[in-house]
């Protein structure tokens, strides 16, 4: 019943390092998005695609990119890790029109999260 | 810029009782609105959509309504029980069509006593 995975639940790294945070859905959605929730500040929307190859900056973009090169994958890459980039970083998809084989188009569904310590 | 604000913060309640959460906006001009449940360290699980036409949607012991031109949402949890114990978030879709994302309020940390 697994929908959208992301490839780790934990993650630790150091700083200057280049990080890739992998997410993956099966419900053929044409929408992703990565959050990164943070005590006090809530969620934050940092990039999106709607399409393969396309992409658009959230409202956080800063010190991060994206790739899409399949429809079912979305990767954040934090080019050079930096101790504020600590976080939970999660990751969503949608379906934006007609009917969706999963939920109401446009509903959000997301995955279990990845907690990321930059040390 | 949208703005998502949710009353009350914390909520503890004994089993068994009615309760509601709240949640209001800033710009009225919104594609849909949605409402998830988070347990601790864990990802969202989406509880209920309402899309913008939309007044209200129901899921067992759950109602959202949703009233646009005053800028809330509530969302009604029936007979409580300790397993509805959670972080409860309110989201609201933008007018892009809903390809841009959400905007998120704090959340409401429920707890439930037994």
């Known amino acids: 019943d697994v929908k959208v995975t992301q490839s780790s639940r934990y993650l630790v790294k150091r700083t200057g390092e280049k990080v890739f945070l992998e997410c993956v859905q099966d419900m053929d959605h044409e929408n992703m998005f990565w959050y990164r929730q943070d005590p006090g500040l809530g969620l934050r929307l940092i990039y999106f695609?709607?399409?393969?190859?396309?992409?658009e900056k959230g409202d956080i973009p800063e010190g991060y990119s994206v790739s899409r090169e399949k429809k079912e994958r979305f990767s954040l890459i934090l080019e050079s890790a930096s101790t504020n980039q600590t976080s939970m970083y999660l990751c969503?998809?949608?379906?934006?029109?007609?009917?969706?084989?999963?939920?109401?188009?446009?509903?959000?569904?997301f995955g279990p999260g990845t907690r990321l310590t930059v040390l | 810029k949208q703005e998502v604000t949710q009353i009350p913060a914390a909520l503890s309640v004994p089993e068994g009782e009615n309760l509601v959460l709240n949640c209001s906006f800033t710009d009225s001009a919104i594609y849909n609105l949605q409402w998830f449940r988070q347990d601790p360290g864990k990802g969202l699980t989406s509880l209920l959509l309402i899309q913008s036409s939309q007044r209200e949607q129901t899921s067992g012991r759950l109602n959202a309504s949703l009233d646009k031109s005053s800028g809330r949402s509530t969302l009604y949890i029936a007979a409580s029980q300790p397993g509805d114990s959670a972080t409860y978030l309110c989201?609201?879709?933008?007018?892009?069509?809903?390809?841009?994302?959400?905007?998120f309020g704090k959340g409401t940390h429920l707890i439930i006593q037994p």
């Open positions: 695609s709607y399409d393969v190859k396309m992409k």
């Open positions: 989201a609201v879709g933008g007018s892009g069509g809903g390809a841009d994302g959400l905007t």
């Open positions: 969503a998809s949608s379906q934006p029109t007609g009917l969706a084989a999963w939920g109401s188009y446009n509903e959000q569904f």
